[in-house]
């Protein structure tokens, strides 16, 4: 099950809460995130933070963490479908590890273009910087089968 959450509501700080432990970051100000999480057995197996949102530039980043299996292609179209629909993004913003295999792979069979930044994340981490355009997320075959399925 998918479950969204306003900035500001409890359900909001928890999912922050959960992500940030999860990067080793400190966490971001739930007041301002949205934010969304996959509950698998009645427990939070995944959560996205939506935050850093530019209203001018209509770019919004997305933060990310999760337990085995959670990232399904439903949780991917939601994430998304929340960035371009709900929030009227033109470019999502997904800050990778250079060491998260997993999550890298993932945004690129999704569409998302990536630059590396050298030391971004500490003396001894890279951090790639993913960038997906509204119009390549639409125009994907994922995003087209994800609403095929009528995953609303």
Known sequence: MIVFAKAGSDESAMICGFVARDLGNSGWDS??????AVI?????SGGVVFHDWNPDAQVICMSAA????????????QMHRYCFNDAAAQLSVLQVSEHNSLMRRTAEKFGYSGVTVPRLRGRNED?????LPEEVWRAHPLTKRAEKRAII
Do not use: P, Q
């Open 31 to 36: 007041e301002k995130c949205a934010a969304m």
């Open 127 to 131: 951090e790639v910087i993913y960038t």
């Open 66 to 77: 999760g337990g085995r299996g959670w990232l399904s292609l439903d949780a991917i179209y």
């Open 40 to 44: 698998r057995g009645g427990k939070l």
